[in-house]
């Protein structure tokens, strides 16, 4: 299988998975095209048009309303996430390997979902500190792609006992943070990088 037929296939099914929980394309698609031996910037570039495209059409299923938590999410997690992808892309842009940051924020998510505990007492401190962990999403999902197993622990905790709340919650921040991510690409990358 040639490099452009297996892109495809990993943008098509991790969508598909995105479309169906909420999050997946980013999750996945972020750490397998890395391992493949894409540049960051080109990761971001195959995954964040599919990936917003999705999020807004779950969001408009449900309404665009500008409800207090999404207000925070504008307020907060947005710039923060347009300051994670400066940093990863022009500070840290060949002095770190990224890779090393999708790890560690892998393994953190992977650790908080396996243990209940630890999950019970994040959704707590979440709850009374909600503006900071918006910012940490933002940040970690600006450096990485991969703030949305973060955000579904975020909004999980605000939105504990209803599932749909959490998931249109969920699109929103993830299509404001991906469209954020993608304008910080243009405005970093030089003309002649797209030529």
Not at 129 to 136: D, E, H, K, Q
Request: charged residues 15%.
């Amino acid at each position: 299988m040639g490099e452009t037929a297996a892109l495809a296939a990993i943008v098509l099914t991790y969508s598909v998975v995105q479309s169906v929980f909420g999050v997946g394309l980013l999750v996945f698609g972020t750490p397998t095209l890395l391992l493949m031996g894409f540049p960051f910037e080109d990761v971001l570039a195959y995954l964040l048009p599919c990936s917003i495209a999705i999020s807004f059409l779950q969001v408009a299923e449900t309404g665009f309303s500008l409800e207090p938590v999404r207000k925070l999410f504008l307020l907060i997690a947005a710039p923060c996430a347009c300051l994670g992808t400066v940093v990863a892309l022009v500070v840290l842009s060949g002095t770190l390997d990224i890779r090393a940051i999708v790890g560690a924020v892998l393994l953190a998510t992977a650790i908080v979902r396996i243990f209940p505990a630890i999950q019970l007492r994040l959704s707590r401190l979440i709850r009374n500190r909600l503006r900071f962990f918006l910012g940490g999403v933002g940040i970690i999902h600006g450096l990485s792609n991969l703030g949305g197993g973060l955000l579904t622990v975020v909004v999980g905790a605000i939105y504990d006992r209803d599932k749909r709340e959490t998931r249109r919650h969920i699109a929103f921040g993830y299509g404001v943070m991906g469209t954020i991510q993608l304008a910080t690409l243009f405005a970093t990358r030089s003309a002649s990088d797209w030529s």
